[in-house]
């Protein structure tokens, strides 16, 4: 991953491709933000009217490039816009800062060092530069052969083809202030997080099955100090787990269900995640059309973000027990498929009728749910690319929020703001119910089509034992990013909810949230 310094030197004099900072839009054109007083000095305190000239506003994300004076030591200042500049005395909000410095970083892919001067007026701000940089500087290039990330032919790629921003060099904060220091190191871990579930989503699922992924998770708990237990599809079918099972066995690659913990000696608390991880969609026998399973390589995402959230808990030392369970199948037709109208046994013993194979993801989590609860957690938060409804109702960029717990529910969607994810809480009418009813079976996979998001979280609902606290993540549309890069966010894979998961059990740790 890209390394981060940071530095007390001066914009002019430090070492480096490029020096970033901010412009934002005045009430007269362009202004430029604090932290880039010394560059400005090297333009004369030309600096705003040499940008107006070239054309820039100040909008969020416009990216200018300019030669630098020879007051300079870099060769380039990268000028990215803020957007409105803050009533006088406010700062510009630590998302603003991220997504800036994430344009910023992926403008400069290709380039050895990238000096960061955006205005940061406190530890906060600086985790936000950090954060951004970092998580902008990302690219997957694991399967790229002639001309690949180091090439020498980099420079002329496409931006998202050049290897990332090798070195951010963060200026403008205090680097001997603690505040300042454990935000950074907070951010690096968190970033690297990030990337550790981007990567996972955008490996093809010929090469992440889920043999390999829960290898994956035997190798970081080796390097972590996790526990990692597997179990393999003797196992499950021995134990009685008929929900990854039935999804899993039309596929030539059997499931597996990760048990991955971090305890902390200390912890007061246990939170269980739960991640959906179907290492390809098809939909088996109600097989998916064309046009409908290009990206359902993603439809690990969950369990990706569960398995990176357990590792940050170790990385930063949570004092909270965290338990990620992975449901990890891969959804195929075949002679061996499940068909529609099936009944399955599950973990735990109610019985589902399939009536659509493509309805899959609510089988594994079903599963995993009441193994999880099993253990009594304090609460259980499932995370899942669930339901294309939920897109539908939410776009792409938005994850749903549903909860047996209205509290819980909102404080969710409160730590998602603070950290910079888009979601938004959403209802679990008790009438969307009935429709799952089943003739032959405890319930049914599908229920009515209106609503489809919420009759996908009334299912799983069935399956948490009374007395948990629990909430539902549907981030079908967050989680696989098919247009142009914006901000920190890159194409393909995005990492949606591990931030978000993250300062959950931080604030779980720190006793406030239930
Ligand atoms: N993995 C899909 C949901 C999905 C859609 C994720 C788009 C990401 C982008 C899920 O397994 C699915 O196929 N859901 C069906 C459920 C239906 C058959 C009840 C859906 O949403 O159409
Ligand atoms: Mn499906
Ligand atoms: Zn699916």
Redesign the pocket.
């Known amino acids: 991953m890209t390394a981060l310094t940071i530095s007390t030197s001066s914009a002019a004099t430090l070492r480096a491709d490029a020096v970033v900072i901010g412009v934002a839009k005045g009430d007269k054109g362009p202004v430029v933000t604090p932290g880039a007083e010394a560059v400005d000095k090297a333009f004369d305190g030309k600096l705003a009217a040499v940008l107006e000239t070239l054309g820039a506003s100040g909008g969020e994300g416009e990216v200018t490039k300019l030669h630098a004076p020879s007051g300079l030591k870099a060769p380039v200042v990268l000028a990215v816009g803020l957007g409105e500049a803050p009533a006088k005395g406010d700062g510009f909000g630590a998302e603003t800062l991220r997504r800036a410095a994430g344009s910023a970083a992926r403008a400069l892919a290709g380039s050895k060092k990238g000096a960061f001067a955006l205005p940061v007026g406190s530890a906060e701000d600086a985790a936000a530069v950090a954060e951004g940089a970092l998580l902008g500087a990302y690219a997957f290039n694991a399967y790229r052969t002639s001309g690949g990330a180091n090439s020498k032919a980099g420079g002329k790629k496409k931006d998202d083809k050049k290897a990332p921003l090798a070195e951010v060099t963060l200026l403008g904060g205090k680097p001997r202030d603690k505040a300042f220091k454990a935000a950074v190191e907070r951010a690096t871990a968190l970033a690297a997080e990030v990337h550790r579930a981007r990567d996972l989503i955008n490996t093809p699922s010929n090469d992440l099955t889920p043999k390999s992924f829960a290898a994956a998770t035997q190798a970081a708990a080796k390097e972590f100090g996790l526990k990692a237990e597997v179990m393999d599809e003797k196992a499950l079918t021995k134990g009685g787990y008929g929900g990854l099972m039935g999804v899993g066995q039309g596929s030539a690659n059997p499931p597996r269900l990760v048990r991955l913990a971090w305890t902390h000696p200390k912890a007061k608390k246990t939170v269980a995640l739960v991640g959906k991880g179907?290492t390809y969609?098809s939909?088996g026998i109600s097989l998916k059309p064309a046009g409908h399973n290009e990206t359902?390589k993603?439809?690990m995402s969950g369990a990706a973000a569960v398995f990176a959230t357990v590792v940050a808990a170790a990385r930063l030392g949570l004092q909270v027990n965290v338990t990620g369970w992975l449901a990890l199948a891969e959804n195929m037709p075949s002679g061996t498929a499940t068909r529609p109208g099936d009944v399955l046994s599950m973990y735990g013993g109610k019985t589902v009728e399939v009536l659509?194979t493509?309805?899959?993801?609510r089988l594994v989590l079903a599963d995993a749910i009441t193994r999880a609860c099993e253990e009594k957690p304090d609460t259980i938060v499932d995370v899942a690319?669930?339901?294309?409804?939920m897109?539908l109702a939410l776009g792409n960029r938005t994850f749903g929020i549903m909860a047996n717990d209205e509290a819980y529910r909102t404080a969710i969607h409160e730590i998602a703001d603070e950290v910079g994810e888009q979601s938004w809480p959403m209802p679990m009418p008790a009438e969307l119910r009935k429709g799952m009813d089943s003739p032959v079976a405890d319930i049914a996979n599908?229920g009515e089509r209106m609503g489809?998001g919420l009759v996908a979280g009334l299912f799983l609902k069935e399956f948490v034992a009374d007395g948990i606290t629990w909430a539902h993540l549907d981030i079908?549309g967050p989680a696989f990013h098919e247009g142009a890069p914006y901000g920190y966010t890159p194409k393909g894979g995005t990492g949606s909810s591990v931030r978000t998961l993250v300062r959950l059990i931080e604030r779980t740790a720190a006793g406030d949230l239930a």
Do not use: Q, S
């Open positions: 179907i969609d939909g359902m993603c439809d659509n493509d309805a899959e993801g690319t669930l339901t294309g409804a897109v599908m489809g079908a």
